[in-house]
């Protein structure tokens, strides 16, 4: 069944290319379909469209049909062309042809936007409930290891002293410049385009404030062209958000690796987060953050794929829109289990905690007895001259002890202050309309 079958056939290759992964990927908004039908035939009864009996036995039906998609029953049947034709026809089979009037003033354009912002706002509070969990045990481990010294690196080699207290502690403030992208795109996305019909209104009397109220938006994408024109753009934008937290993961797991090497070994991976080799016997591999790192190498090129698919074409719907799809909605559970493998690996790491005692490092106290010098009196020039002759005759003699105090440095984390930033941009997300919204309907009280 096609909501737009006519009295011809679409030759089945054609049908096969144009339908494409669709069924598969419409199974990722089934949930979402549901809530917005729920909304839009509300607002049918309150403008005549529908009589009070027929939405009390279409909102039932519906939160059936609910039900049976989060106990994973429901399926997109065999000819039947994509989430919305499946639960059309599943309340026409239930109610008759009661069934076939959820459709009016709206199209398959706007219903599917309403069903990907409904989907991308719940998916985005599920990865940044995971952000938070990673930058609170980063934030734990830079505490716990704050006196413990490391060698910092420009160009790969052996520059300054720094600390596990400031390499932990980066991950985390990088994390809060993420969230703060992960919230521009929740603002975005959590934007009524219902009612938009396909990108030109519709002449039924359509309350859509009320839509909008009911699926907890904060406001309504109003002008009806523009709404159409969103798809894809939401996309790109929230990949965007999602690439810059792959991008901080990416860059952690890089170190952890490097890290983790025998050449390094500043940490230790636990033994049940790393494999063996078929021919080595004392191999140890940390191939989970291998993958991480490519994983969300991956996501970071998704803001380029989505942008190449959409940038070019005019305003109105194209079909090219569907390949979006592919691309974008298992992204978030990909990321989302990079996140939480490299939050447990976090939590279990070992720390060496006697780097320093290897001379290959005392260089890193260069800069240090430069600074003491020129804290005595001694001008600055001079003073990195003066180290810099007892290093090349080998007399350099490091004071292991460092005493940096301005804030961020080894001796002044402000940890407290990256949370306070951390708390400030997450009470800004107002994750609790959503929530109460969609309880409401589901709920139906």
Known sequence: MKLWQKNFDTNSEIERFTVGRDREMDLYLAQDDVLGSMAHITMLESIGLLEADELKQLLAELRHIYADIQKGHFCIEDGIEDVHS???LMLTRALGD???KIHSGRSRNDQVLVDLRLFTRRQLKAVVDD???????LQKQSENYKHVLMPGYTHLQVAMPSSFGLWFGAYAESLVD???MLQAAYRQTNRNPLGSAAGYGNSFPLNRS???SLLGFDSMD??????????GKTERNVAYALASVAGTIAKLAFDACMFNSQNFAFVKLPNECTTGSSIMPHKKNP?????????CNKLQAMPQQIMLIMNNLPSGYFRDLQIIKEIFLPAFEELRDCLQMTTYIISKIQVNEHILDDARYDLMFSVEEVNRRAASGTPFRDAYKQVGLEIEAGQFVPVKEVQHTHEGSIGNLCNDRIAALMEEVLKDFHFERMIQAEQKLISGE
């Open 86 to 88: 499946q639960v059309e």
């Open 98 to 100: 009661m069934g076939k």
């Open 131 to 137: 952000v938070v969990v990673l930058f609170r045990e």
């Open 178 to 180: 993420d969230m703060m």
């Open 210 to 212: 009320l839509t909008t």
């Open 222 to 231: 109003y002008n009806v062209v523009y709404a159409q024109m969103g798809r």
């Open 287 to 295: 191939d989970v953050f291998e993958l991480t790192r490519a994983k």
